[in-house]
């Protein structure tokens, strides 16, 4: 199979999906201990009972499609993704629906960004079929897992790794995905919040066009620690990166994508090349201009968006990704300045966005862009 322009179709999904062994797990948890365990689901720490799994060896290609028990991995110590770091990663939802139905939005641009990532990596590519496949398959198996809570969903976490016993420098023979499923709750217990953002002058993320800032690579997250961990002891919440090449232009935080809204209206957010392109980006970008906004996708220097905060040109700074759909910005500082925006509130704009997004993906609003997929 190859990897496919077209959004793949329902119908295609169940013979897809009707192809993974489903290995259920001796030992689910109890009803009363999922409920227990969904209740206040923190971020990351709780997996469902069972993982999806497809094996990739170079003679033979993507085999094996499996569901089996969720459990540990047992790995030689000479694995190669422990060395020299061959993973990639994508991040994406399931979602409930007031009448039970599960959705997810977007799968196929997540399912080509993997295979982007996995070129980069030299990694081989999953099929856009097995990746949608390996996710339904998965969430039909632990359909219990998804919560319906308010802004709550079930976190979905493929994952490729080089997983061959050899230490030579050279892409594994041996590969594995898979895909982790862990319930979610609110990102912001009690309410939306403006962030504070430490602009790092001294470190870079993932390097200038040509590295890997554009690839899902667990490696550009290990950077961003040290910077992380500077910035929280200064105070801060998060990072913001500036370009590789001259350190002069915005790329984004660690984990999400960043836009300016301006005074005039227009909406500004950093071009493609060294940062990662969010699925949440290209729909925000989909929604300011659907609501008439023109919106520029260029270099943006630090120097402007600092000035412009100063004066009143830049009137919202936000923030956006899967986990935390839109976050603003209410406070930007670097070694030189500290500004705050929009007198540290969160803009109009960008909660109305973040209203828009999420009421799309939870069923409340017309999917006009056909951008969800029924999972179950
Ligand atoms: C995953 C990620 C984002 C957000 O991408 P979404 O598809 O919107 O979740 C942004 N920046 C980086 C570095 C990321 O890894």
Redesign the pocket.
């Given at each position: 199979m190859t990897t496919t322009s077209h959004n793949i179709l329902p119908a295609d999904l169940e013979d897809l999906v009707a192809r993974f062994d489903v290995r259920r797990t001796d030992a689910p948890r109890s009803e009363d201990e999922r409920t227990s365990l969904l209740a206040k689901p923190k971020f990351g720490t709780v997996f469902t009972d069972h993982m999806a799994r497809l094996t990739w060896r170079s003679a033979d290609g993507w085999t094996d499609r499996r569901v089996e028990p969720y459990g540990p991995l047992q790995l030689d110590p000479a694995t190669a993704v422990l060395h020299y770091a061959q993973e990639i990663f994508?991040?994406?939802k399931a979602y409930k629906h007031a009448d039970g139905s599960v959705w997810t939005f977007r799968p196929e641009?997540?399912a080509r960004?993997y295979a982007r990532s996995a070129h980069r990596l030299a990694l081989p590519e999953l099929s856009e079929e097995d990746f949608l496949a390996s996710i339904a398959a998965l969430v039909r198996t632990d359909i219990e897992w998804v919560p319906d809570g308010e802004d709550s969903s079930l976190y979905l976490r493929p994952f490729m790794f080089a997983s061959e016993a050899f230490l030579g420098v050279r892409p594994a023979l041996q590969v594995e995905h898979l895909v982790i499923a862990s319930p979610v709750g609110p990102y912001f217990a009690g309410g939306v919040k403006p962030v504070s953002i430490f602009l790092s002058e001294k470190y870079h993320?993932?390097g200038p066009p040509g590295g890997t800032?554009d690839a899902?690579f667990g490696g550009?997250?290990a950077a961003?620690l040290l910077p992380q961990q500077e910035a929280q002891q200064r105070g801060f919440d998060q990072v913001c990166f500036l370009d590789g090449a001259e350190s002069t232009y915005l790329e984004?935080?660690?984990?999400?994508?960043i836009f300016l809204v301006m005074a005039d209206g227009t909406v500004h957010t950093p071009g493609l090349g060294s940062?990662?392109?969010?699925?949440?980006?290209?729909?925000i970008i989909q929604l300011a201009r659907d609501r008439g906004h023109e919106v520029v996708e260029r270099r943006i220097p630090v120097r402007e968006l600092v000035e412009g905060i100063e004066s009143g040109r830049v009137k919202e700074f936000f923030a956006?990704?899967?986990?935390a759909v839109v976050t603003p910005i209410g406070r930007l500082a670097s070694s030189d300045f500290d500004v705050e925006v929009n007198g540290g509130a969160s803009g109009e704009l960008t909660m109305a966005l973040r209203s828009e997004l999420t009421d799309i993906q939870y069923g409340r609003a017309d999917d006009r862009h056909g951008w969800m997929m029924r999972l179950a």
């Open positions: 994508e991040g994406m641009q997540n960004r993320r993932a800032g899902k550009n997250y961003s984004e935080l660690g984990g999400m994508n940062i990662l392109e969010g699925i949440t980006r290209k729909s956006c990704g899967t986990a």
